[in-house]
Each structure stands twice: as C-alpha cells, then as structure tokens.
C-alpha cells in the first residue's frame, strides 16, 4: 500500500452528484481530490453510432453482477468521467412539489421527504441555469411553482411531433416542452453547439453540446489549481478512526496498486448502486454491518422506477430526428377513473433499425426493422415504483454487487399504458384536422417494453436521508447519521422516487449540500 496526500475533500464519482458538488466546492480553495473509476470517453465517431453504442455496448461496464436468483447481471450502466451523465437524454424535470410529501399510490406509500419543495426550489433553479435547461413555464399541468423563468427557450418540435402534441390538445389532454439540457440556439443554428442530431438520448455528446457532468462542471472545476482528479482510480474501502466515528480516508486501486489518501470530509458520490455497495464493503469492527448501517438501511429501498417503451407504429411516416421534445403528465396523480397516481409519458431518442436489432420482438415478419423504426412513435413511460426495503443491494461472498428487486406498484403504469393507446386510437376520429392512426401492421399498433433489472438507469433509493436514524442512514444534509464527516450525495438519498427523471433532483441536491459543506469548511 501506498500512502498518499491528505486533502480537505475527497469526492468519489463524477456524475450528476459528484462532478455537481465539486464545482460548487472548486470556488473555495480547498485541496479537494476527485477520484473516478472510469476514464474520459474517448471523442470518436463511434460516440453517435448506435451499432458501437446500442448494439455493442462499447461503452458500458462489462462487470456483472447477479440478481436475486444468483444469475449473472450485465447492468447498462457506464463507469467515466461525468458518469452516466454523459449517456443521459437530458430531460432535466423537477420533481413535483406533491412528491415531497406522503402520496397513496395504488401499491401502497411514497414516503415523505425531510426536506420540502419550498427548500429544494432555489436550487432547482440554480440547477437550470447551471445544466442549460431549455423549457417553457406554465404549460405542464402538474409543474411546482418556480421562482424564475426557464434560462433557455424551449426545445421546438419537428412537424410530427407538432402534429402529435395538436392531436394530443385536441383529445383536451396538455402536452407540453420537455425540459431539456442541450446547448442549442433556434434563433441562429450556425452559431448553435448543438446540432439537434438523432443520437442524444443513451449516446455520449460526440460535440459536447449536451449539458453533462463533465462538460459543465468536472472540467470547469478542474481549471482551479486547488482541484485535482484521478481517473482510473476505483475506491475499494472506505476507512474510519478507532473510535468509529469519523471517515478518515479511501483505499483506492490505481495502476495496480493500492494506495490510501486522506481527507477531512468524504463524499461518496458512485451512483445509488456502486455507493451502497462500497459502504457494505467498507464494514470493519465498530460498523459490522457495513460503514454508516446502524440503521440497516444501507442497500435497501432500491428504486429504479418502472419504465417501459412503447413503440407506437402508425401508417404515418416519423421523419423526426430529435424525438425527446414533447411530454405528457395529465395522468401523474391520476383521473376520475384511477384515483392514483400513474406516471408521466415521454419520448427516447428515435429509434432506429440497427438498436431495434438488440431487442426487437418478432411481430411482423415481412417488414425490416427500418420500416418499423421509420414509422414509429417512441414513447417513453415512468411510474413511481415504491422503496420496499427487501429490493436492494447487497454483496456476494466474493463482494460482488447482488440486486434483488421485486416489482411493485405496477397497476398505475398498466392503466397509464392504457391511457396513451386510447388517446392514439381517439385521434382524429372525424375532427377537421385530426389525423386518424392506423396501424401500419394489420394486428399491432403497439409493441411495448419493460426495461429489465439490467436497466438501472434511474437507481435511487439505496442510502436514504431522513430525520430519524433508526429508518434512515443520511441526516437532512446527507451526512452520515454515524459519522462525523461521511456524506453521500448522488441519487442513493431518495425517500421516494416520483415519476420524473431523477438527475435534476440529484444535481440540485448536490448544490444544496454543497452549501451546507462550503459554511463548514
Ligand atoms: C441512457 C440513459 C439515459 C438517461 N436519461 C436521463 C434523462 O433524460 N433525465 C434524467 O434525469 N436522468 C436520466 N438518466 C439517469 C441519470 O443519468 C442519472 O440519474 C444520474 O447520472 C445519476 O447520478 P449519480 O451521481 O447518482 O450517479 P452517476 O451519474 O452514475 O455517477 C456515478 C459516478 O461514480 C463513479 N464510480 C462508481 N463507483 C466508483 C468507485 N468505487 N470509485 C470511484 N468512482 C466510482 C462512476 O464511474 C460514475 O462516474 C439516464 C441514464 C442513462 C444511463
Ligand atoms: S448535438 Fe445536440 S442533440 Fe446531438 S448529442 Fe449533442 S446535445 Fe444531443
């Protein structure tokens, strides 16, 4: 083992958390190390090609864990500078104020939060501005009050998905501009970073026009001298004084070799997932069960949202390149019809033949992939899964990440699955300028999808924060109840997930931490 420097603040992970909080703390002077397993995805035109990326996995993890069952798990998930940022689709939402209060679903629960909307609202702000999010106010019908307009104008649909939103209107439904982090300027396109290109969502931003972690905070942060990162570098341990009570440094591989860095204050920012499982590894003898797990929380409550895609495949071609434009959440807390929450509606990026090959059900043998993908609209639907303290992370005897997870909560996103096929069908239906949608197949209009476990692209849940230490790991500030000096800021901290995209939560919560830590340093 090599021993190294000390530092006020060693952060581990770059992601939406991580590479948030260190360029709020990079102003202040302090010796802060960052430390990310991954390295710098490589600029490359394989970055927007979804052969390489979709069909390939070029970029992704090829470690495995196992689930429940003990068979092998290929998470889709990515190890680099920016985390999974870098992959994301950009639909920067807020959580609504609603979500952090108790909601009765259908399944049972959503817990509280120990902090209100009313808290979290100047950060969301300041999380706007800082990512570039491109939106419109007042059209989205479940939206919290906001102290300040969007920073960018909203991202304008393509023709189809114009008309889609008018059908949509026309049904008395209220779609609305998804919020949207990308660097792009409508009103002068040649002097646009963006290029609204049709391998956004899932791809890496070959032209670092997409607002990520890297982009718009690690390498900012890393223009002050104070700041230093070491990519390649996985933290293993995580190790603590005799007493129990304070985290005094990181055992880390790097090139091989171990070496041990200290720091005042330890930040644990690896993604819900990666930094459960590195607070179970880190158990020694006054914290048997793992570091800061007193409360037997660490690893439990695993959320990942229920996700699916419905592939909506219409006689009317789909020509749009930049599909994520339009959302819906007229169903959020539900109808008169189910009186609990459903979930919010959206698009991923356009499908194509070539990342229909990965996954593409057998349904119409006759017509290419490319047909289908041509012709299909790609809808992308949320609904909040509840923290059941038996899905969680756990480790195998060989320490490696085991992810048990029992679906729950389903019946809301049956019935929103039902809503979006009724309101396609209703289209049109005699109105003036309605557009009528027929299937472009005889028998399936809709071809819909689970994400699998695999899909851990929303992980929350795992660390949760809350005011009593008995239920909770985290205090309000994302400071281990337990130790002195411990916090975790990354999506592990949610009592409850919502229904919206997590990153923009993650990224304001990270600010909000980071101002408790800059009065404490
Ligand atoms: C394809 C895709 C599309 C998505 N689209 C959206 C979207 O449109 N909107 C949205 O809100 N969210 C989206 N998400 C989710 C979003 O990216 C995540 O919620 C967010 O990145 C999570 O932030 P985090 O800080 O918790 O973790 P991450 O961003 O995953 O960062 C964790 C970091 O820790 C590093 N790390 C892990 N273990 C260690 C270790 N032991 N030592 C050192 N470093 C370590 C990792 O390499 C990584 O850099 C998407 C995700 C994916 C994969
Ligand atoms: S150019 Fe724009 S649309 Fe294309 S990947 Fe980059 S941010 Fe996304």
Same mark, same amino acid.
């Given at each position: 083992m090599l021993n190294s420097d000390s530092y006020d603040v060693i952060i581990i992970g770059t992601g939406a958390g991580g590479g948030t909080l260190v360029r709020r703390l990079a102003p202040t002077g302090k010796r802060i190390l960052i430390l990310e397993r991954g390295d710098y995805i490589p600029r490359?035109?394989?970055?927007?090609n979804p052969g390489a990326v979709n069909l390939r996995g070029k970029y992704q993890t090829k470690e495995t864990w196992r689930d429940k069952d003990g068979a092998e798990l290929h998470p889709h998930t990515n190890y680099c500078v920016g985390g999974n940022t870098k992959f994301y689709g950009a639909a920067l939402f807020r959580l609504r104020k609603e979500d952090f209060g108790e909601l009765r679903h259908h399944g049972g629960l959503s817990p509280a939060w120990p902090v209100g909307y009313d808290e979290m609202e100047p950060y969301y702000t300041e999380a706007e501005e800082l990512y570039s999010v491109h939106g419109q106010r007042g059209e989205d019908p479940t939206e919290p009050p906001r102290s300040k307009e969007y920073p960018h104008p909203p991202v304008s649909h393509e023709p189809r998905i114009q008309q889609l939103s008018d059908d949509f209107a026309r049904l008395g439904l209220r779609p609305f501009h998804t919020p949207l982090a990308v660097m792009l300027n409508e009103s002068n396109r040649r002097d646009s970073k963006c290029i609204r290109c049709a391998t956004c969502d899932g791809f890496p931003c070959l032209v670092n026009a997409k607002a990520d972690a890297q982009v718009v905070c690690a390498d900012p942060a890393l223009t002050h001298d104070n700041v230093t990162l070491l990519t390649n570098a996985k933290v293993e341990r995580i190790l603590t004084s005799p007493s129990g009570h304070v985290a005094t440094g990181v055992e880390v591989m790097l090139e091989g070799q171990k070496h041990l860095f200290s720091a005042s204050i330890i930040v644990v920012s690896c993604g819900a997932i990666n930094s459960a499982a590195l607070l179970l590894r880190s158990a020694?003898?006054?914290?048997?069960?793992?570091?800061?797990n007193g409360s037997d929380a660490v690893g439990r409550h695993y959320m990942g949202h229920i996700n699916s895609v419905l592939m909506a495949i219409s006689k009317l071609p789909n020509p749009t390149v930049?599909?994520?434009?339009l959302s819906v959440n007229d169903y959020y807390f539900g109808d008169d019809d189910f009186r609990y929450p459903m979930g919010h509606i959206s698009f991923v990026g356009k499908l194509d033949g070539e990342t229909l090959k990965a996954g593409a059900p057998a349904i119409a043998p006759g017509f290419t992939l490319d047909l289908m993908a041509n012709h299909s609209l790609d809808f992308w639907l949320t609904s909040e899964d509840l923290p059941d303290p038996c899905n969680r992370v756990s480790l195998d005897r060989d320490g490696r990440i085991v992810l048990s997870y029992k679906p729950n909560n389903e019946e809301g996103h049956k019935q929103l699955i039902h809503r979006l096929e009724q309101a396609m069908k209703k289209q049109g239906n005699g109105q003036p300028h309605g557009h009528d949608f027929h299937g472009l197949f005889s028998r399936n209009l809709f071809l819909g999808q689970r994400i699998p476990l695999?899909?851990? #692209? %929303?992980?929350?849940?795992?660390?949760r924060f809350g005011n009593d230490r008995r239920t909770s790991a985290l205090d309000r500030n994302c400071? #281990? %109840?337990?130790?002195?000096n411990l916090y975790v800021v990354d999506g592990s901290f949610f009592p409850s997930s919502g229904a919206v995209n997590p990153a923009l939560t993650i990224i304001a919560n990270a600010l909000r931490v980071g101002d408790h830590l800059k009065a404490r340093l």
């Open positions: 490359e035109k394989d970055n927007w020694n003898g006054k914290h048997p069960n793992g570091l800061a930049f599909q994520k434009s695999a899909g851990v #692209a %929303h992980q929350n849940g795992t660390i400071k #281990a %109840h337990e130790l002195d």
